[in-house]
Each structure stands twice: as C-alpha cells, then as structure tokens.
C-alpha cells in the first residue's frame, strides 16, 4: 500500500523538482522541463508499442490497475472511451449517494461536456453536494481528465447549469469545507456486515460500519449526548448510542429515528485508486435536507 501511495504522489514530486529548477534560472528551469519531455515521451513510446502487441483483454486487465490506467490516459491509449471512463467513476459513488436519499446518472457527454442528472432528495442535502464536487474531481481528473465542463440537470428544473471544471475545482477549496483531504484506510473493506469500528484519521475520529454490502462512516459524536459513539451497536440499518440510546439510520444519512431530532455527521467514503477512503475536511460535512 505504501509503495502504491508514492506512486500516487510521483506527479507532485516532479512538479516540486521543475519548480526547485526555477530558482536557478529560466535556462536551468527549461532544461528541467525539456528532461522531463523526453523521458516521458520516451517511455510513451514503449508503452505504445506494448499495448500494440497486446490483445483486449489484457489491454482491459492493464487498464483495471489505476497506476497504468494513468499512464494509458496521458498517451491516448487508454482501451475505454470516455463514457464508460465516467460511467464507472459515478458507480464508485453511488452507494454514499444513496445512503443520502439519491442517485445520479449519466445522461451524455458531448464536446468535451459531461451532463448528469440527479435524483432523490440528494440535489439539496449539503453533505451531498459536497460529495458530488468530490466525485465529478475524480471523475475528471483520474478517470477523465479530457473533459473540460460539467453540465448539471436538477430534477426540478428543466433549464441546466453549465459549471466549468476549474469552478467547480476552485469551489471545493474555497466553499465554507476548505480543506478537503482524502485518506486511504484499507482496514475500511474488511469490516463485517453489521460491525462497526472508530478509526482515528490525522487526529478525526470516524466511526465506519458495514450496513450490507456499503461502507459507511460518521464523524465519532452523537448530537443526543454530545459523547463518543465508540461501543454503538448496528441493528440492521439503526445504530444506537451505548450511552443515551438515541437511534440513527446510518444507510439514510445518519437521520434520527423515533422522536431523535439530531442526525450524525456523515463523512464521505469513495474508492480511491482501488482502496476505500474518506474524506476528511476542516468542519463536519453536513446534513441532508
């Protein structure tokens, strides 16, 4: 996993060392970057050739593994268009989407613009809204970094909206969640159905559990009591607190049950580089509507 992690953050790097080439001059930093081309381009070319001399479904298995599949993309070689690119993307969300009362689907792409549909009571939940700006920047950025626009048709207007890729980007740093970090927690996928688990992520305690066949998690505070949810019981889709008993649907957005007027604070949990994250950011995400 470690060794998948430095693979993810190789881009960062090489960006850090063109930007430390600048501070010996333009000749030094465009050396710098002229390097780089090469070598890319040198390994793009054998890349080209070894897909060339594979059949499709060893091209499929090649473009399963998410290091590669990056690789495929930067030279246009990837084996699937951009449709099913988006189309699994939206499918690694769906689960958290649907523990909010909703659903999105692809309704086409074209010249470079995606347009979806969302259904469910999702389209005015802030937790997510937030999720959505989350998932369309996988979907562009790691699963199709050739689209340019994202058109979004509510359910209940019939006008759409066009929201350009570097606003939406923009918003999910400048929105009232600025810090907006994901991190990879492996030990998510081999929770039990039925169990639950806190996990402390870079000093925020979150409470996962395995409602079926979805993942889902809380920030670790019951609104009842203001306590730790550490020891809570999962019946079915109802958590309850060990301390004041009050009740909360985990597979509907963490919604009080019987007279709780408090939900949970969802965190977001999406596939990421083919491991189960969350999202953590500055303030808790929200609520459904």
Same mark, same amino acid.
Request: hydrophobic letters at 55%; glycine letters at 10%.
């Given at each position: 996993m470690d060794h998948d992690? *430095?693979?993810r953050s190789a881009g960062e790097r090489i960006q850090?060392? =063109?930007d430390?080439?600048?501070v010996g001059g333009p000749v030094a930093a465009a050396r710098a970057e002229q390097l780089v081309r090469e070598v890319v381009d040198l390994y793009g070319a054998a890349l080209t050739r070894a897909v060339g001399l594979l059949d499709g479904a060893a091209t499929d298995r090649l473009a399963a593994d998410?290091? $590669?599949? !990056?690789? =495929? +993309?930067?030279h246009g070689l990837h084996p699937h268009d951009v449709v099913r690119r988006v189309s699994h993307a939206l499918d690694t969300v %769906?689960?958290?989407? /649907?523990? *909010?009362?909703?659903?999105? %689907?692809?309704?086409? $792409?074209?010249? /470079?613009?995606v347009r979806l549909a969302f259904s469910g009571s999702c389209k005015s939940c802030p937790s997510s809204t937030v999720t959505l700006e989350l998932a369309v920047q996988d979907a562009v %950025?790691?699963?199709?970094? @050739?689209?340019?626009?994202? @058109?979004?048709?509510?359910?209940?207007?019939?006008?759409?909206?066009?929201i350009p890729v570097d606003a939406l980007m923009s918003r999910i740093q400048e929105s009232a969640h600025p810090s907006v970090t994901w991190y990879p927690v492996p030990e998510l996928a081999e929770l039990a159905p039925g169990e639950v688990a806190c996990f402390a992520v870079d000093g925020t305690v979150v409470l996962a559990c395995r409602a079926g066949a979805d993942v889902l998690a809380y +920030?670790? *505070?019951?609104? /009842?009591?203001?306590?730790? +949810?550490?020891?809570?019981? =999962? !019946?079915?889709d109802v958590l309850r607190c060990p301390r004041c008993h009050a009740r909360y649907d985990v597979v509907h957005a963490g919604i009080g049950i019987a007279g709780t007027a408090e939900h949970l604070d969802p965190v977001p949990v999406l596939i990421r580089d083919g491991v189960l994250s969350l999202a953590i950011t500055s303030e808790p995400i929200g609520a459904p509507a």
């Open positions: 992690a *430095h693979w850090n060392l =063109l430390a080439s600048a998410d290091l $590669i599949a !990056s690789l =495929l +993309l930067v %769906r689960p958290y989407l /649907g523990s *909010h009362g909703g659903d999105v %689907r692809l309704v086409d $792409i074209a010249d /470079g613009v %950025r790691a699963a199709a970094p @050739e689209i340019v626009a994202i @058109e979004v048709v509510p359910a209940d207007q019939a006008a759409a909206t066009v +920030l670790d *505070h019951c609104p /009842g009591c203001a306590g730790s +949810l550490a020891g809570a019981a =999962l !019946s079915g």
